[in-house]
């Protein structure tokens, strides 16, 4: 089985700030990475598909990055209604999320 | 415009055997690609893949859960379905269904807004 590990579990930014969240996986999964974004008491929303493919009606400030292990979603300015955890989910084999990063306003 | 929706019980006991519905529209089952994925969430904390099945009837199964999982499909009423047999407290879950756009990239677009069941004595 894949696994995939989320980092930070718990990241504390500013409104403004540019915002890395981090997902490595446990072999290679190329590029078959997905990245969901779920608000307290919401269903997750798809953000970036392949790796960094922009779901439609995304907001352009969030971006994918990363292939094989190693993979980011960045905010380039954070916003006060980004407040959410965060998921990554691979799709190589199988399917397997990530354990979460909450992001929270400082 | 895509929307699903889950349906399930709402309480059950230990041991019975836990039955879910996703009514969709706005897409079919029957098209070419198209699938339709299970997803659970314990309450706090992070999210669970369970099954997909595909517009050809494929399915794939969560290998830790496979033995208890069963999804099916009607495509004529546009419904998904997952039966999980045996439950106990640690099934206790919101659980989502979610379309799959695409066979070769199993990434959940569209997501139900979840049907929370408790399994309890």
């Known amino acids: 089985d894949i696994q995939m590990t989320q980092s930070p579990s718990l990241l504390s930014a500013s409104v403004g700030d540019r915002v890395t969240l981090n997902c490595k996986a446990s072999?290679?999964?190329?590029?078959?990475l997905a990245w969901y974004q779920q608000k307290l008491g919401e269903a997750p929303k798809l953000l970036i598909y392949?790796?960094?493919s922009l779901q439609t009606g995304i907001p352009s400030r969030f971006s994918g990055s990363g292939s094989g292990t190693d993979f980011t979603l960045t905010i380039s300015s954070l916003q006060p209604e980004d407040v959410a955890t965060y998921f990554c989910?691979?799709?190589?084999?199988?399917?397997?999320f990530g354990a979460g990063t909450k992001l929270e306003l400082k | 415009q895509v929307t699903l929706k889950e349906s399930g019980p709402g309480i059950l006991q230990p041991s019975q055997t836990l039955s879910l519905t996703c009514t969709f529209s706005?897409?079919?089952?029957?098209?070419?690609?198209?699938?339709v994925g299970w997803i659970r969430q314990p309450s706090g904390k992070g999210l669970e893949w369970l099954a997909n099945?595909?517009?050809?009837?494929?399915?794939y199964y969560n290998p830790s859960l496979k033995n208890r999982l069963t999804i099916s499909k009607d495509t004529s009423n546009n419904q998904a379905f997952l039966k999980i047999t045996n439950v106990d407290t640690a099934d206790t879950a919101t659980y989502y269904c979610?379309?799959?756009?695409?066979?070769?990239?199993?990434?959940?677009?569209?997501w139900g807004q979840g049907v929370m069941v408790t399994v309890s004595s």
């Open positions: 392949n790796a960094n």
């Open positions: 072999q290679n999964i190329y590029k078959n």
């Open positions: 706005g897409f079919s089952l029957s098209t070419y690609g198209m699938g």
């Open positions: 979610a379309r799959i756009p695409i066979t070769i990239a199993a990434y959940f677009d569209y």
């Open positions: 099945i595909w517009w050809d009837d494929d399915k």
């Open positions: 989910q691979q799709y190589y084999s199988g399917n397997t």
